[in-house]
Antibody, heavy 121, light 108 residues
Framework: QVQLVQSGAEVKKPGASVKVSCKAS????????IHWVRQAPGQRLEWLGW????????KYSQKFQGRVTITRDTSASTAYMELISLRSEDTAVYYC??????????????WGQGTLVTVSS | SYVLTQPPSVSVAPGKTARITCGGN??????VHWYQQRPGQAPVLVIY???DRPSGIPERFSGSNSGNTATLTISRVEAGDEADYYC???????????FGGGTKLTVL
């Protein structure tokens, strides 16, 4: 079955960076896009950006432009999300999710299990 | 950027019908997706393109979208439906994928 499996929890100090992975299985990786969404404690879901797993094109939320980078390794069927200059407000669960490439308003399905990133001194 | 508004909470007795709304400017012209998120778990798609159900989602879940309001309806509510529900749309803006604030469904 289609599955996205993310890397484990991370604890980082303010100013550091974090890189979270999302390994896809059960489908051809390059025929879909991967989105990244985060959820701070008690907050709504927040979209960070996405990558076209076929050609590597990316688009980022204005809020995170310059701090987030999304990449992929097609040979490993894995997408990555790196967030730099971490601050306490970046403490959240980070999710990856699959969506169609050619349909901009496609649904996100499925989602990874989530990766808790804690930023604390 | 586009804003989606959901009620923070909805309560319903078992066996009754729950309706969760998602408000947005002319949302009826957009495609709305709905996700269920149980505590400590990742979101799960329950309705896509306003009213389509993914395989494995019970027929008790349905959706509609018109004017300025989209609605997720859960019929014959069960205890297992207790969760947070989020609506989502795509908008032609710099932050195109937008989520509502979420609604906590409580089964009394």
């Amino acid at each position: 079955q289609v599955q996205l499996v993310q890397s484990g929890a991370e604890v980082k100090k303010p100013g550091a960076s974090v890189k979270v992975s999302c390994k896809a299985s059960g489908y051809t990786f390059t025929t879909y896009a991967i989105h990244w969404v985060r959820q701070a404690p008690g907050q709504r879901l927040e979209w960070l950006g996405w990558i076209n797993a076929d050609n590597g094109d990316t688009k980022y939320s204005q809020k995170f432009q310059g701090r987030v980078t999304i990449t992929r390794d097609t040979s490993a069927s894995t997408a990555y999300m790196e967030l730099i200059s971490l601050r306490s407000e970046d403490t959240a669960v980070y999710y990856c999710a699959r969506a169609m490439i050619v349909v901009a308003h496609s649904e996100f399905d499925p989602w990874g299990q989530g990766t808790l990133v804690t930023v604390s001194s | 950027s586009y804003v989606l508004t959901q009620p923070p909470s909805v309560s319903v007795a078992p066996g009754k019908t729950a309706r969760i709304t998602c408000g947005g400017n002319n949302i009826g012209s957009k495609s709305v997706h709905w996700y269920q998120q149980r505590p400590g778990q990742a979101p799960v798609l329950v309705i896509y393109y306003d009213s389509d159900r993914p395989s494995g989602i019970p027929e008790r879940f349905s959706g509609s979208n018109s004017g300025n309001t989209a609605t997720l309806t859960i019929s014959r509510v069960e205890a297992g439906d207790e969760a947070d529900y989020y609506c989502q749309v795509w908008d032609r803006s710099n932050d195109p994928w937008v989520f509502g604030g979420g609604t906590k469904l409580t089964v009394l």
